[in-house]
């Protein structure tokens, strides 16, 4: 059933047929941006070519069609990671720009000198350096949770570093290297225990799992559009009403003021409160074809395919002498990101030589530099799949790194 | 294709020089010191210069890196030693047209061994790599030699 769904899913996304190098293209940078279906597509395009008008502005025709769109998007969202209401949905350029919202406009206004702000050894940069910055502009603490030897949280790490002075703790659902899953919701029982916000970078989770804000029951949590099938730039921040109510705006100007005087303004409600100027209308549109995309799949389903393919790949990449793996081996433990090294040889070589083999795959630090300094490398390489990919992808990588070590034999490092 | 293509980056003479690359470690009479990073992948490298008569009389780097960084490394201090600053700006200036694929002109006699490194240029994503130990020397200089003409290249462009 996996192999055939994957057969027609394949057939959505026209820019997998192609060849690199005289090879099938094998694309495996999946964690750092996804490929595009074609329903995804034509609704940008469509938008374009029908409905295209600012938002909330107009009283025409399209303006109105705009508006709903982008204001069902909202819905969509909200629906997508079960958040309580579709107020509570921010249109952000992505990830980044949501963490850094909560660092900079919660942050800045509640964390105060002598507090700590806590967060992992595992953390992509965009969920480190708003932290490190806030911490330094406020007098505040930054502490980093352990790792275990396998590349788990270390939640006993995480109880003697969350305190009563803890204001905000902050982790990823799935590292964008590791692949590990992170125990969030334990983590935002600690947290609130000791009277703390949890904030979830979801960036590596969303695309791959079903989300559930309130089960989880966690403050703050933040995705790209871009890593699930939406186009680049825009994003989500999702927070709890009674938060967002008491954060600062910071971007100020068209479509987020209710009231403007000589001397004074008052803002919008949130969501609306924080989208100054015109929003990226067309990256809604896309993020809510590829939510239904996903959703007409299913989130679990895509889940445990993922899980499946890991489960298969795994063991033949382990049996590759000389690669290393890093995170737990467990597929149920992990997403579908593989992160290794192969003995004696740069990933960067690696990559170049998996390029010509038409295997598209990512080297360098991930943007999570501590990570690299923690597990003691300079950088590793990294596949990561999707749904789209198949056993047979797993296959060519494999095969791809055995001829890459046949093409370096004894290293060069 | 598969991985023959590769043999058009990786020729022997790089493979070589990566594996056991020139001048690798550190000057005791060091004048001239500087380490640069790429920020892409983390590589650090550390490049260290000592002067004599206005010429570069010993040269050493430290660091890690992938294969072309290192190989292009060890080239790179192999043909700076006993050239002047401005010698080694016109070096640097022909290596970085050679490997964006913008000229050939003269790499040769200008570059010595390290023209073999022309075949970075159709990798688009290591040029940065090819580039990294000759940015630093050329910083090196700069900061070495005041009246120098050409403004300082900065770390982050090409």
């Excluded at chain 1, 990671?81 to 720009?97: D, H, L, R």
């Excluded at chain 1, 932290?131 to 788990?152: E, F, H, P, R, V």
């Excluded at chain 2, 040769?108 to 490194?117: K, R």
Aim: hydrophobic content about 40%; overall charge negative; some cysteine.
């Amino acid at each position: 059933m996996v192999k055939k769904m994957n057969k027609q899913l394949i057939e959505d996304f026209p820019i997998l047929d192609q060849k690199v190098n005289d090879e099938r293209l094998v694309y495996l940078d999946n964690a750092a941006t996804t490929q595009k279906p074609r329903a995804v597509i034509e609704a940008v395009a469509n938008y374009y070519y029908h409905d295209n008008a600012n938002v909330h502005r107009g009283v025409h025709t399209l303006a109105e069609r705009a508006t709903a769109q982008f204001e069902g998007v909202r819905k969509k969202v909200a629906h997508f990671i079960n958040a309580p209401s579709e107020q509570e949905i921010i249109y952000t350029k992505g990830t980044t720009e949501a963490l850094n919202w909560v660092a900079a406009s919660y942050g800045r206004t509640f964390v105060k000198p002598g507090d700590e702000i806590v967060i992992s050894y595992m953390e992509h940069h965009s969920n480190l350096v708003p932290w490190q910055i806030l911490a330094k502009k406020n007098g505040a603490t930054l502490k980093y949770i352990d790792l275990l030897s396998d590349g788990q949280l270390d939640i006993e790490s995480a109880k003697k570093q969350i305190t009563d002075k803890t204001a905000i703790v902050s982790v990823a659902h799935a590292s964008n290297v590791l692949g590990v899953i992170n125990p969030v919701a334990e983590l935002a029982k600690i947290a609130h225990k000791h009277g703390a916000i949890m904030v979830v970078d979801g960036a590596q989770s969303t695309p791959h799992m079903k989300i559930d804000v309130q089960a989880l029951d966690i403050d703050f949590f933040a995705f790209s559009g871009h890593k699930l099938m939406a186009p680049t730039g825009i994003g989500i921040l999702w927070g709890k009403s009674e938060l967002l109510e008491q954060m600062p705006p910071l971007e100020f100007g068209g479509e987020m003021i209710d009231w403007v005087q000589l001397q004074e303004t008052t803002f919008k409600k949130a969501p609306w409160k924080f989208e100054g100027g015109t929003q990226n209308i067309a990256g809604v549109v896309g993020l809510g074809a590829a939510i239904d995309y996903l959703e007409s799949i299913g989130m679990e389903k895509i889940e445990s395919y993922e899980k499946s393919l890991i489960a298969s790949i795994l063991p033949e990449l382990l049996k590759i002498t000389g690669l290393e793996i890093y995170g737990p081996l467990d597929p149920a433990k992990r997403t579908g990101i593989i992160s290794f090294n192969l003995k004696g040889l740069h990933p960067h070589d690696v990559a170049t030589a998996l390029d010509m083999e038409g295997v598209a795959i990512r080297a360098g630090h991930h943007c999570a530099q501590p990570l690299m300094e923690y597990l003691n490398v300079a950088a590793t390489a990294r596949a990561s799949f999707y749904l789209y990919n198949t056993i047979e992808d797993g296959q060519r990588l494999v095969e791809a790194i055995r001829a890459t070590k046949e093409f370096f034999k004894n290293g060069i490092v | 294709m598969g991985l023959s293509r590769l043999d058009n980056l990786y020729r022997q003479m790089i493979l070589e020089h990566a594996a056991h690359p020139h001048h690798h470690g550190t000057l005791e009479n060091a004048e001239h010191q500087l380490e640069l990073r790429n920020p892409t992948c983390g590589d650090v490298l550390t490049v260290q210069v000592a002067m004599k008569e206005d010429k570069v009389s010993d040269v050493a780097f430290s660091g890690s890196g992938c294969t072309i960084s290192q190989a292009s490394a060890s080239m790179m201090t192999d043909e700076v030693i006993g050239k002047t600053p401005a010698q080694i700006e016109q070096m640097v200036m022909t290596f970085s047209k050679m490997v964006t694929g913008d000229s050939k002109d003269n790499i040769d006699d200008i570059l010595g061994d390290a023209a073999i490194l022309e075949g970075v240029a159709q990798f688009p994503a290591r040029i940065k790599c090819a580039m990294l130990a000759w940015k630093a020397i050329y910083q090196v200089i700069e900061n070495s030699n005041d009246e120098s003409s050409i403004g300082l290249m900065r770390h982050d462009e090409l």
